[in-house]
T-cell receptor
Framework: QQQVKQSPQSLIVQKGGISIINCAYE??????FPWYQQFPGKGPALLIA?????SEKKEGRFTISFNKSAKQFSLHIMDSQPGDSATYFC????????????FGKGTHLIIQP | DAGVTQSPTHLIKTRGQQVTLRCSPK?????VSWYQQALGQGPQFIFQ???????QRGNFPDRFSGHQFPNYSSELNVNALLLGDSALYLC????????????FGSGTRLTVV
């Protein structure tokens, strides 16, 4: 049972464009929704995270939009740059719990110069 | 500021053998969680160690076991290796057993032949 569904699997965006990655979750007990960026040969690195008490969070060029009623959240990368080319994972968890993060399957993002 | 350190970086083992992977958490962190990342997939939660105890386990068999030492470092042991155990094994550290602010290491690439 996949509790976090991520789309698209791959995405190609022109430099300067907006990259959008979507995730949907099933477990209503989840209360922490982070996004991770992973480069080849490296571990995932935390980009930005949101709690369900807000609908949007912005940090630099990265924005999370959160829709609690639809059980969906998305990552927007504004002014996408070639250095943003990486695999992005959404995740969800009970933040205060011990049962770890549930990850989506990932989106391979390519920013074309 | 030292991040999460994992060793070894790469490992090749034969089916049926046993393997031990090691992790030192980020300075100031006291909780270690282990994840398995198959090629092209998101990380899957194996278990979490806090206060030298396994607090929660994901959907992994008892062949996977671990330990946390008083200095917060941790080991992951896998017995009776199967070909399907080939993956990137990631260690993540955090504070006080929480899922917030995970820092991942670069992982150990395990190949079972």
């Amino acid at each position: 049972q996949q509790q976090v569904k991520q789309s698209p699997q791959s995405l190609i965006v022109q430099k300067g464009g907006i990259s959008i990655i979507n995730c949907a979750y099933e477990n209503t007990a989840f209360d922490y929704f982070p996004w991770y960026q992973q480069f080849p040969g490296k571990g995932p690195a935390l980009l930005i995270a949101i709690r369900p008490d807000v609908s949007e969070k912005k940090e630099g060029r990265f924005t999370i939009s959160f829709n609690k009623s639809a059980k969906q959240f998305s990552l927007h990368i504004m002014d996408s740059q070639p250095g943003d080319s990486a695999t992005y994972f959404c995740a969800a968890s009970k933040g205060g719990g011990a049962d770890g993060l549930t990850f989506g399957k990932g989106t391979h993002l390519i920013i074309q110069p | 500021d030292a991040g999460v350190t994992q060793s070894p970086t790469h490992l090749i083992k034969t089916r049926g053998q046993q393997v031990t992977l090691r992790c030192s958490p980020k300075s100031g962190h006291d909780t270690v969680s282990w994840y398995q990342q198959a090629l092209g997939q998101g990380p899957q939660f194996i278990f979490q160690y806090y206060e030298e105890e396994e607090r929660q386990r994901g959907n992994f068999p008892d062949r996977f076991s671990g330990h946390q030492f008083p200095n917060y470092s941790s080991e992951l042991n896998v017995n009776a290796l199967l070909l399907g155990d080939s993956a990137l094994y990631l260690c993540a550290s955090s504070f006080r057993g929480l899922n917030y602010g995970y820092t991942f290491g670069s992982g150990t690439r395990l190949t079972v032949v």
